[in-house]
């Protein structure tokens, strides 16, 4: 019995050592991650849409919530590469976002080595975000966001 509990425990031990060197990865994952992340943000507050070629999929899936017109609520929003491309070319004409003040922190959830999840804090609200390895390069792929409430 105590021979199969000492099996038992370094076999735990051994996958919990496993398991966290399979997340923590090397820093250029994370530089290149957090890079991505940065170009995105940064194309939005900047204006620089040329920036998202670089870190955003052309298979982009971007979903958003913010208070709906009517102010019935949320209202949830799709977007495209193409569409948010776009959008980035003119967001902040108006200058509603600081580029040197404004939130931009990210936060590297976990990664493994094609796949990582990143938690942006941006002026705008919170964005979730799924970025895969690609021909060496992080892309971003998917977005989930919602913009910042006014307290009630």
Not at 36 to 54: G, I, T
Not at 87 to 113: C, Q, W
Request: some cysteine; glycine content about 8%.
């Amino acid at each position: 019995m105590k021979t199969f509990l000492s099996k038992v425990l370094i076999a735990a031990c051994l996958a919990v050592a496993l398991a966290g060197t399979a997340f923590a990865g090397d820093s250029t994952d994370e530089a290149g991650i957090e890079r991505a992340v940065q170009n995105y943000v940064s194309a939005l507050y900047d204006m620089k849409p040329e920036l998202l070629d670089a870190s955003v999929s052309r298979q982009l899936k971007k979903v958003g919530y913010m208070p709906a017109e009517d102010g019935s609520g949320l209202a949830e929003s799709w977007m495209t590469f193409d569409e948010l491309r776009e959008l980035a070319g003119h967001l902040n004409k108006d200058g509603m976002f600081d580029p040197e003040t404004s939130a931009r922190e990210v936060t590297i959830l976990g990664h493994y080595d094609l796949i990582a999840s990143v938690k942006l804090d941006a002026a705008w609200g919170i964005d979730y975000i799924h970025l895969t390895k690609f021909s060496g390069e992080w892309m971003i792929m998917n977005v989930i966001w919602q913009m910042r409430q006014e307290s009630k």
